[in-house]
């Protein structure tokens, strides 16, 4: 996995978290209790994946500079 996936892959997953949260709150406050835990797990995986992945580019990024 090259650099440029790794951002396109960050990217990706920022914006799906983004609505994510979006959805979470309108189900909220539409009292729509069932749809918030998926939207909210959705969320956390997606998190956890930008995460992961910015190690890995982390990772690539200095060891070609050492």
């Keep these: ?3 440029k996936i790794c951002w396109i892959i960050i ?3 920022l914006a799906m978290n983004v609505v994510m949260l979006q959805f979470t709150v309108h189900s ?3 009292r729509e ?5 998926v939207y909210s ?3 956390v995986i997606s998190g956890m994946s930008t995460v992961i ?3 890995i580019w982390r990772k690539k990024e ?3 500079n050492a």
Excluded at 33 to 37: A, E, G, K, L
């Design 41 to 43: 797990g959705v969320a």
């Design 62 to 64: 200095y060891n070609e």
């Design 28 to 30: 909220y406050l539409g």
């Design 33 to 37: 209790s069932n749809q918030v835990y």
């Design 53 to 55: 992945t910015y190690l």
């Design 1 to 3: 996995m090259g650099k």
């Design 11 to 13: 990217f990706i997953t």
